[in-house]
């Protein structure tokens, strides 16, 4: 069991203040012309943006709270069952929003943080690019995850050849 001073600086740590993946996009997005509802309730999931005209919502997930199949989860070593059935519940959550919405004909976007920050971000100015097309656009899914070129696999995946 951690004190609460030490959680609150652990939580700190994780989701940071000016870095928080989903600053980092309002702003990027935002400076792009795009305009948007932030967390909505009416919404299932309560996407971190909402673009009502486009029928588009992002979401901004962190990889530990996501529990991200990536690098930048790491599961704690304290109390690891407290945390994988928390981390659970959140993945289903997850899902069961994404469904939701799709089935209200949302389209649904997930930025993820390994994509923001840490080894294997993307470069900002591409990933919002990526981000501002796909809202305007009409592609149903967006997923933008880190690329962590030490796994073969996922580089061999970003070879047009
Ligand atoms: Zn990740």
């Not at 989903?22 to 673009?51: C, K, N, S, T, W």
């Not at 997930?110 to 993307?122: N, Y």
Request: proline share 7%; net charge positive.
């Amino acid at each position: 069991m951690v004190d609460v001073a030490t959680r609150s600086r652990m939580m700190a740590g994780i989701r940071g203040k000016d870095t928080k993946p989903e600053m980092i996009l309002r702003r990027g997005l935002h400076a792009r012309g795009l305009r948007y509802r932030l967390h909505d309730g009416r919404l299932p999931g309560r996407p971190d943006m909402v673009f009502p005209a486009k029928r588009a919502v992002l979401f901004a997930h962190g990889c530990f709270w996501h529990g991200h199949d990536c690098p930048l989860f790491r599961p704690p070593s304290t109390r690891p069952e407290f945390w994988a059935a928390k981390i659970g519940r959140n993945r289903e959550v997850d899902a069961q929003s994404t469904a939701a919405l799709a089935d209200a004909f949302w389209r649904v976007g997930v930025v993820w943080e390994c994509a923001l920050k840490g080894p294997g971000r993307l470069p900002l100015d591409l990933l919002l690019d990526a981000c501002a097309e796909w809202v305007v656009g009409e592609e149903p899914i967006l997923e933008i995850r880190g690329i962590f070129t030490n796994h073969v696999a996922s580089a061999g995946a970003h070879d047009p050849g």
